[in-house]
């Protein structure tokens, strides 16, 4: 293409920017198509949790919102009748809704709104927009039966309406349809104020039922995690869009081959084995924890930015030696383990022993000492560590190792012992004295009182020291104090 600013190169760039926008961007996306051109980021918590946030709800808020961003990408919201929740707390019962008017394809993790069972607002998350009670109303009265569910998946896509409004519900016709398991139905009036709607709801779903058809009204998924309520709605549309295909095709259910549960088992999920050293140990997983993971990396790739924490590497580190410089962590995540689902490995005695003295070391109150003490054979010490009370404690620098050390060379020991006794007695008596008298000056005469007008030349007269003397005095005794 030639350079210039002419139309016909503007127009041919033009094309190839809607050519690759085109390729670029998903097949199906009906409630955002602003999300084209540009990705909003999943994860927009930035660090700072607010105050009302429990233990793992960052990652509960990152997860929900990938789901919502899912299922706009597969095609599959609604402007309307679809809701997805999560329980964050059973202990103070509450849950993350999406906030009425806001689109799937732009959900982030602080635009979820947190309610109580009641559907009052308890964090209002970044937006101003509300909650519609309407559809809350059913997942309440769900989560009320089942305290052991933890998110629900609300579908009301036309394959999943079309088989809620059939009489014979859904068919086991694939492999699908098996995997989803027990199925209940449900006549649903929008509304569940009544006591009686909600008791009628406890009986149709059971105490182990996953999978809830509203008459007329979609498709419910149960999930004791959000992973296991994502597999099942997959595999519930699929299911659908197939039955609803088959039912076109063939002209009856009378046409078609029915599979026998009893005989057609689906495979098992939720126990992944990896068997050798190049894989790894024996490792249980969450049903559908592997396919979420591999969306999430779909996303991640796409920039949206999920904030997933992966349990699952998709390439394993080679081990490496010593020499090697440690590569430093890029990214730090934080993973919300579920009591029960993946116990922590238990640690060896050894270690535990271990581990409990250092602590015991850390936190007691007494103050150590690092000593080295010398050994027998020559060049080697022993380090220790002492009590501070239990060091010997000296007033000065220089070690006293014998009790006459500072006696000089070649003396009589019985005149140490002598002089000894004499300083000792001296100290009972309580004698003090201005010290030794000088032997230099011991003739002078001199008068202690103050000397007058007329006796300065009688002074001077009978005390004549030679000026020779006096600086021979000073030079010689000036470090003692003489009298």
Not at 150 to 171: D, E, I, N
Not at 391 to 400: H, L, P, T
């Amino acid at each position: 293409m030639k350079k210039g600013g002419s139309s016909s190169n503007l127009w041919a760039l033009r094309q190839i920017a809607d050519y690759m926008a085109s390729q670029g961007s998903p097949a199906a996306l009906s409630t955002s198509p602003s999300s084209m051109m540009m990705v909003t980021p999943i994860n927009d918590l930035h660090g700072s949790e607010p105050g009302s946030m429990v233990k793992g709800e960052r990652l509960m808020r990152c997860k929900l919102a990938s789901v919502h961003r899912l299922l706009d990408l597969y095609g599959w919201a609604q402007l309307s009748h679809t809701c997805l929740t999560l329980r964050v707390s059973k202990e103070q019962e509450h849950f993350l809704v999406l906030p009425n008017g806001l689109a799937y394809g732009e959900v982030t993790a602080s635009s979820l709104v947190k309610v109580n069972i009641l559907g009052e607002v308890v964090e209002r998350g970044s937006t101003p927009l509300g909650v519609d009670l309407g559809s809350f109303s059913l997942h309440s009265a769900i989560y009320s039966t089942r305290p052991d569910v933890r998110c629900l998946l609300h579908l009301h896509t036309p394959a999943t309406t079309a088989v809620s409004a059939m009489k014979c519900g859904l068919l086991p016709l694939s492999h699908e349809a098996l995997l989803v398991g027990e199925v209940a139905y449900y006549d649903y009036n929008t509304l569940m104020e009544d006591k009686e709607d909600r008791v009628g709801l406890q009986k149709s779903l059971g105490p182990t039922c996953k999978v809830l058809v509203l008459r007329n009204h979609g498709i419910v998924a149960l999930g004791e995690s959000v992973e296991e309520a994502f597999y099942t709605i997959y595999h519930i549309q699929a299911a659908c869009q197939i039955q609803a295909s088959a039912l076109c095709s063939a002209g009856g259910e009378q046409n078609l081959i029915m599979l026998d549960r009893s005989i057609h088992k689906p495979i098992a999920a939720g126990t992944v084995g990896w068997a050798g050293s190049t894989f790894g140990p024996l490792t249980k997983s969450r049903l559908g924890e592997h396919e979420f993971e591999a969306l999430m990396r779909t996303l991640d790739n796409l920039g949206y930015r999920t904030g997933y924490a992966y349990r699952f590497p998709v390439l394993l580190e080679r081990s490496r030696t010593r020499r090697e410089v440690e590569v430093p962590a890029t990214v730090h995540s934080f993973q919300f383990e579920e009591e029960g689902v993946h116990p922590l490995p238990r640690q060896h005695p050894y270690a535990q022993r271990q581990q409990q003295a250092k602590t015991r070391w850390l936190n007691t109150p007494n103050s150590y000492l690092r000593v080295n003490q010398d050994q027998a054979s020559p060049g080697h010490q022993h380090t220790t560590w002492l009590k501070t009370e239990e060091m010997q404690q000296g007033s000065g620098a220089i070690k006293i190792e014998n009790s006459n050390q500072f006696v000089p060379l070649f003396t009589n020991p019985q005149e140490v012992l002598e002089t000894r006794n004499k300083i000792r007695q001296q100290n009972r008596q309580d004698m003090k004295t201005a010290g030794p008298q000088s032997q230099v000056l011991a003739g002078v005469i001199t008068d202690d009182s103050p000397p007058s007008g007329s006796s300065l030349g009688a002074i001077s007269k009978r005390l004549k020291v030679p000026r020779s003397s006096v600086q021979t005095i000073v030079h010689k005794y000036k470090h003692y104090g003489t009298t």
